[in-house]
Protein backbone atom coordinates (compact mmCIF):
# COMPACT_ATOMS: atom_id res chain seq x y z
CA UNK A 1 0.00 0.00 0.00
CA UNK A 2 1.03 3.47 -0.65
CA UNK A 3 0.44 6.65 0.54
CA UNK A 4 1.17 10.09 -0.57
CA UNK A 5 0.78 13.20 1.23
CA UNK A 6 1.05 16.70 -0.81
CA UNK A 7 2.38 20.48 0.27
CA UNK A 8 3.12 23.50 -0.94
CA UNK A 9 -0.03 25.49 -3.30
CA UNK A 10 -1.78 27.90 -2.18
CA UNK A 11 -2.27 31.44 -4.04
CA UNK A 12 0.46 32.88 -6.09
CA UNK A 13 0.51 36.37 -8.49
CA UNK A 14 0.46 35.45 -12.09
CA UNK A 15 4.88 35.17 -13.44
CA UNK A 16 5.35 33.86 -9.51
CA UNK A 17 6.92 30.31 -8.61
CA UNK A 18 5.27 27.57 -6.05
CA UNK A 19 7.05 24.21 -5.19
CA UNK A 20 4.70 21.68 -4.41
CA UNK A 21 5.65 18.40 -2.65
CA UNK A 22 5.08 14.81 -1.97
CA UNK A 23 6.24 12.34 0.39
CA UNK A 24 5.37 9.06 -0.04
CA UNK A 25 5.13 5.89 1.95
CA UNK A 26 5.44 2.20 0.86
CA UNK A 27 7.30 0.35 -1.57
CA UNK A 28 7.98 2.26 -4.69
CA UNK A 29 11.25 1.82 -6.41
CA UNK A 30 13.03 3.93 -8.97
CA UNK A 31 11.44 1.76 -12.14
CA UNK A 32 8.01 3.06 -10.60
CA UNK A 33 6.76 6.32 -11.60
CA UNK A 34 5.94 9.75 -9.99
CA UNK A 35 4.09 12.62 -11.33
CA UNK A 36 1.78 15.29 -10.90
CA UNK A 37 -1.81 15.69 -12.33
CA UNK A 38 -3.94 18.30 -12.32
CA UNK A 39 -7.87 19.17 -12.04
CA UNK A 40 -9.15 22.78 -13.32
CA UNK A 41 -12.89 23.83 -12.20
CA UNK A 42 -14.80 21.96 -15.09
CA UNK A 43 -12.45 20.41 -16.49
CA UNK A 44 -10.80 16.65 -16.72
CA UNK A 45 -8.33 15.88 -14.90
CA UNK A 46 -4.36 15.59 -17.06
CA UNK A 47 -0.40 14.71 -16.60
CA UNK A 48 1.60 17.65 -15.89
CA UNK A 49 4.16 15.66 -15.63
CA UNK A 50 6.25 12.29 -14.73
CA UNK A 51 9.48 11.04 -13.70
CA UNK A 52 10.85 7.65 -13.88
CA UNK A 53 14.11 5.82 -13.97
CA UNK A 54 15.39 9.24 -14.74
CA UNK A 55 13.08 9.88 -17.25
CA UNK A 56 11.18 12.99 -17.45
CA UNK A 57 8.00 13.71 -19.18
CA UNK A 58 6.04 17.45 -18.92
CA UNK A 59 2.54 18.18 -20.96
CA UNK A 60 2.95 20.82 -23.87
CA UNK A 61 1.83 23.62 -21.73
CA UNK A 62 4.28 23.85 -18.77
CA UNK A 63 7.61 23.16 -21.06
CA UNK A 64 9.85 24.97 -19.90
CA UNK A 65 8.17 26.46 -17.02
CA UNK A 66 8.05 23.28 -14.92
CA UNK A 67 10.73 21.02 -13.74
CA UNK A 68 9.59 17.38 -12.09
CA UNK A 69 12.46 15.93 -10.02
CA UNK A 70 12.71 12.78 -7.58
CA UNK A 71 14.23 11.35 -4.17
CA UNK A 72 14.44 7.90 -4.58
CA UNK A 73 15.70 7.75 -0.71
CA UNK A 74 13.56 9.96 0.46
CA UNK A 75 10.74 8.68 -1.76
CA UNK A 76 9.74 12.17 -2.60
CA UNK A 77 8.75 13.75 -5.74
CA UNK A 78 9.07 17.97 -6.55
CA UNK A 79 7.34 19.88 -8.64
CA UNK A 80 8.93 23.30 -9.25
CA UNK A 81 6.70 25.77 -10.81
CA UNK A 82 7.93 28.76 -12.56
CA UNK A 83 6.33 31.95 -14.67
CA UNK A 84 2.76 30.57 -13.78
CA UNK A 85 -0.23 31.74 -14.98
CA UNK A 86 -3.79 31.96 -14.69
CA UNK A 87 -4.42 28.64 -16.21
CA UNK A 88 -2.57 27.23 -14.33
CA UNK A 89 -4.80 27.25 -11.46
CA UNK A 90 -6.33 23.74 -10.42
CA UNK A 91 -5.78 21.29 -7.84
CA UNK A 92 -2.63 19.28 -8.03
CA UNK A 93 -2.30 15.39 -7.52
CA UNK A 94 0.83 13.71 -7.02
CA UNK A 95 0.21 10.57 -8.60
CA UNK A 96 2.31 6.77 -8.20
CA UNK A 97 2.34 4.19 -10.94
CA UNK A 98 3.89 0.87 -9.04
CA UNK A 99 4.68 -1.62 -11.39
CA UNK A 100 4.56 -4.84 -9.18
CA UNK A 101 1.55 -4.84 -8.61
CA UNK A 102 1.00 -2.54 -10.99
CA UNK A 103 -1.67 -0.29 -9.32
CA UNK A 104 -2.54 3.54 -9.51
CA UNK A 105 -2.25 5.97 -6.29
CA UNK A 106 -2.98 9.35 -5.69
CA UNK A 107 -2.90 11.84 -3.44
CA UNK A 108 -5.44 13.91 -1.73
CA UNK A 109 -4.78 17.02 -3.96
CA UNK A 110 -3.08 20.45 -3.65
CA UNK A 111 -4.55 23.85 -4.65
CA UNK A 112 -2.75 26.26 -6.43
CA UNK A 113 -4.34 29.26 -7.48
CA UNK A 114 -2.76 31.84 -9.80
CA UNK A 115 -4.50 35.22 -9.84
CA UNK A 116 -3.70 38.86 -9.00
Known amino acids: QVQLVESGGGLVQPGGSLRLSCAAS????????MGWYRQAPGKQRELVATVTSGTTNYVDSVKGRFTISRDNAKKTVVLQMNSLKPEDTAVYYC???????????WGKGTLVTVSS
Open 26 to 33: GSIFSFDV
Open 95 to 105: YVKQTIPNRDY
